[in-house]
């Protein structure tokens, strides 16, 4: 059945108005509901490919090794590709010589990056007003924080339909007299009645405050909803007015990095937090989101980009996992700008004007940190290997501007971490965690928030 333009519409705003009571955590609603979510998602998606003229789209593998479409395990059908793009040469096939050159180069990088993949961030973002809602002193294990829970509230009198939200919760530790460093998580909420999965020993949080840090986990389905059907909503949709996108307009991801900015200028007025020494992070799809954010925000001290994959730090050319068709499918699409979609229909990944380690290069001078879980534990779809081959590819830019890349171009496999750069790598033998390499990102980064 085709709807018409004014029902779509209307059944784009109710979806929106449902998701602005924060329903998008699967377990807390019904199937009915998750079925009305993809079938807008479809819908929008739909309405995407029309406006790019696209009938059609190749179909992406599957996650499952039992398929008989499996995605690709085998490396020696990896790489169709003999050579990556070189970031430090300009479109124009000149080279980049000096710094000044590497800044311009930087800002070219930028925009073929939001015109073909992630989107353009728009001129007219309205404000965020950060309110205090709870604040307590608690036990972290065995290190008392105070800590808070925060809202953002987002001026929203352009569209008052659309009501956007920032939730945000916080600890520094208060035995510490001095302001600290903070990493900052794009972090899950677990729904009630849902196991949570439990670590062996300390939780991240418990170690970064042992540390002497505080942490932050920023929620990025309170401002802004994955998947298609939100984009009508959250910050996304009040940008728009609860219009669709434009074809070049920007994605989750980026959206959801704008909210980790706004959460970092509240951190710059709270007297406990070292602002200049504020590291993000994320798992997954939360570590593409982080690879952004670390790109778009100057004052992020350090990344920690955790099995980010397809759309993070994976080389998108390669055949291996996931790959750009599963990206610019409807249940994914909404990470990146529309025009994304055309990778998947008329083009290929080989057409895409620049590459996943152009965007790691970005993050220079600045220190990363990759992590990937071990590929017989993870499983293949992260593509571990990928993530490895991009730190590799952005060593030389890291160099270029003074600073130390990965010490090799071997896979180093399990356990055995590349640490001694500023851009680093390390493939712990758990599955899809930041498991282990907690408290080696927190060694790493002691070199640079301990001065």
């Given at each position: 059945?085709?709807?018409?333009?004014?029902?779509?519409?209307?059944?784009?705003?109710?979806?929106?108005?449902?998701?602005?009571?924060?329903?998008?955590?699967?377990?807390?609603?019904?199937?009915?509901?998750?079925?009305?979510?993809?079938?807008?998602?479809?819908?929008?998606?739909?309405?995407?490919?029309?406006?790019?003229?696209?009938?059609?789209?190749?179909?992406?593998?599957?996650?499952?090794?039992?398929?008989?479409?499996?995605?690709?395990?085998?490396?020696?059908?990896?790489?169709?590709?003999?050579?990556?793009?070189?970031?430090?040469?300009?479109?124009?096939?000149?080279?980049?010589?000096?710094k000044k050159d590497w800044e311009k180069r930087s800002a070219e990088l930028?925009?073929?990056?939001?015109?073909?993949?992630?989107?353009?961030?728009?001129?007219?973002?309205?404000?965020?007003?950060?309110?205090?809602?709870?604040?307590?002193?608690?036990?972290?294990?065995?290190?008392?924080?105070?800590?808070?829970?925060?809202?953002?509230?987002?001026?929203?009198?352009?569209?008052?339909?659309?009501?956007?939200?920032?939730?945000?919760?916080?600890?520094?530790?208060?035995?510490?007299?001095?302001?600290?460093?903070?990493?900052?998580?794009?972090?899950?909420?677990?729904?009630?009645?849902?196991?949570?999965?439990?670590?062996?020993?300390?939780?991240?949080?418990?170690?970064?405050?042992?540390?002497?840090?505080?942490?932050?986990?920023?929620?990025?389905?309170?401002?802004?909803?994955?998947?298609?059907?939100?984009?009508?909503?959250?910050?996304?949709?009040?940008?728009?007015?609860?219009?669709?996108?434009?074809?070049?307009?920007?994605?989750?991801?980026?959206?959801?990095?704008?909210?980790?900015?706004?959460?970092?200028?509240?951190?710059?007025?709270?007297?406990?937090?070292?602002?200049?020494?504020?590291?993000?992070?994320?798992?997954?799809?939360?570590?593409?989101?982080?690879l952004v954010a670390m790109v778009d925000e100057p004052r992020f001290a350090?990344?920690?980009?955790?099995?980010?994959?397809?759309?993070?730090?994976?080389?998108?050319?390669?055949?291996?996992?996931?790959?750009?068709?599963?990206?610019?499918?409807?249940?994914?699409?909404?990470?990146?700008?529309?025009?994304?979609?055309?990778?998947?229909?008329?083009?290929?990944?080989?057409?895409?004007?620049?590459?996943?380690?152009?965007?790691?290069?970005?993050?220079?001078?600045?220190?990363?940190?990759?992590?990937?879980?071990?590929?017989?534990?993870?499983?293949?779809?992260?593509?571990?290997?990928?993530?490895?081959?991009?730190?590799?590819?952005?060593?030389?830019?890291?160099?270029?501007?003074?600073?130390?890349?990965?010490?090799?171009?071997?896979?180093?496999?399990?356990?055995?971490?590349?640490?001694?750069?500023?851009?680093?790598?390390?493939?712990?033998?758990?599955?899809?965690?930041?498991?282990?390499?907690?408290?080696?990102?927190?060694?790493?980064?002691?070199?640079?928030?301990?001065?």
């Amino acid at each position: 059945m085709v709807l018409s333009p004014n029902i779509r519409k209307k059944l784009f705003t109710l979806i929106g108005f449902l998701l602005a009571f924060n329903l998008s955590t699967v377990a807390q609603v019904s199937q009915q509901y998750r079925d009305s979510l993809a079938k807008l998602s479809r819908a929008d998606h739909q309405l995407m490919m029309e406006r790019l003229g696209i009938d059609s789209l190749r179909s992406g593998p599957s996650g499952d090794p039992k398929s008989p479409n499996a995605a690709n395990s085998d490396e020696s059908k990896a790489t169709p590709y003999t050579s990556l793009p070189d970031p430090l040469m300009f479109a124009d096939g000149s080279r980049v010589k000096s710094k000044k050159d590497w800044e311009k180069r930087s800002a070219e990088l930028k925009e073929q990056f939001a015109s073909e993949i992630y989107g353009r961030m728009p001129e007219n973002i309205p404000g965020v007003t950060w309110e205090i809602i709870e604040e307590k002193d608690s036990l972290f294990g065995e290190v008392n924080a105070r800590f808070k829970k925060l809202i953002g509230h987002v001026d929203n009198s352009s569209y008052p339909a659309i009501s956007v939200k920032l939730e945000l919760y916080m600890a520094t530790p208060l035995e510490v007299k001095k302001a600290v460093p903070v990493l900052m998580q794009f972090s899950w909420i677990w729904p009630p009645g849902m196991n949570r999965p439990k670590p062996e020993g300390p939780t991240w949080q418990e170690q970064l405050l042992d540390a002497g840090w505080g942490f932050a986990m920023l929620i990025p389905t309170s401002f802004q909803a994955d998947n298609g059907a939100g984009l009508r909503a959250g910050i996304i949709g009040l940008v728009n007015k609860g219009e669709p996108r434009k074809l070049d307009d920007w994605g989750t991801l980026r959206a959801w990095g704008w909210g980790a900015s706004r959460a970092l200028d509240y951190l710059e007025t709270d007297p406990a937090v070292d602002a200049t020494k504020v590291a993000i992070e994320g798992l997954s799809r939360y570590g593409k989101a982080a690879l952004v954010a670390m790109v778009d925000e100057p004052r992020f001290a350090i990344g920690f980009i955790a099995s980010s994959g397809a759309g993070g730090t994976k080389i998108f050319r390669r055949v291996y996992g996931e790959q750009v068709e599963n990206l610019a499918s409807s249940g994914e699409y909404h990470w990146f700008t529309p025009n994304f979609i055309k990778y998947a229909g008329p083009l290929t990944p080989m057409d895409l004007p620049v590459e996943a380690h152009e965007m790691l290069a970005l993050c220079a001078p600045r220190p990363v940190f990759v992590s990937s879980g071990d590929p017989l534990v993870e499983g293949h779809w992260i593509d571990a290997v990928g993530m490895f081959k991009t730190a590799v590819a952005a060593s030389p830019v890291y160099e270029f501007l003074g600073k130390k890349g990965l010490a090799t171009d071997q896979y180093p496999g399990t356990n055995v971490g590349l640490m001694t750069g500023d851009l680093a790598f390390r493939q712990h033998d758990g599955g899809h965690t930041e498991g282990s390499n907690w408290a080696v990102f927190i060694d790493f980064a002691k070199k640079y928030v301990i001065k």
